[in-house]
Each structure stands twice: as structure tokens, then as C-alpha cells.
């Protein structure tokens, strides 16, 4: 079980192909902040048929987009 089962649940839970989420929206969510280990947990969400699309440090935000199937 993942640590960030939360938040993929919350992803796969809209219907939206693409959102964007604040990293305090993410810490809501989980109930912590994220940390450099979702580098490696956010391949997970290929499994789901999501992507973390960009991590903005800038903006304190990451894009998620629905995969485009083939």
C-alpha cells in the first residue's frame, strides 16, 4: 500500500483530464506533505491511467492529465 493512495484515489475520483493541484491542496489531501520520495511513487498513477504531467517548484502546484489511450 502506498502512502499516496489517498491522493490517487482523489485524481481518479474526478472527471477531469487534466487538473492541477496546490502542494497545500496535496498536503490536505494526505494529510502531509509531499516529499522528494513522490519523484519515485508517481509512477503509480500509469497504473490508473494518470500522469503527473509537470511539478511546478515555482508555483508549488503539479499538473495531472488523463493518459491518452493508443
Do not use: P, Q
Not at 41 to 68: D, M, Q, T
Amino acid at each position: 500500500m502506498s502512502k499516496y493512495n489517498k491522493l490517487w484515489g482523489y485524481i481518479v475520483s474526478r472527471s477531469k483530464d487534466k487538473m492541477t493541484l496546490s502542494f497545500e491542496e496535496i498536503k490536505d489531501i494526505l494529510g502531509f506533505e509531499i516529499d522528494h520520495s513522490f519523484l519515485n511513487y508517481k509512477k503509480e498513477l500509469l497504473e490508473l491511467g494518470f500522469e503527473c504531467k509537470k511539478i511546478s517548484l515555482k508555483e508549488k502546484a503539479i499538473i495531472f492529465e488523463r493518459r491518452k489511450e493508443i
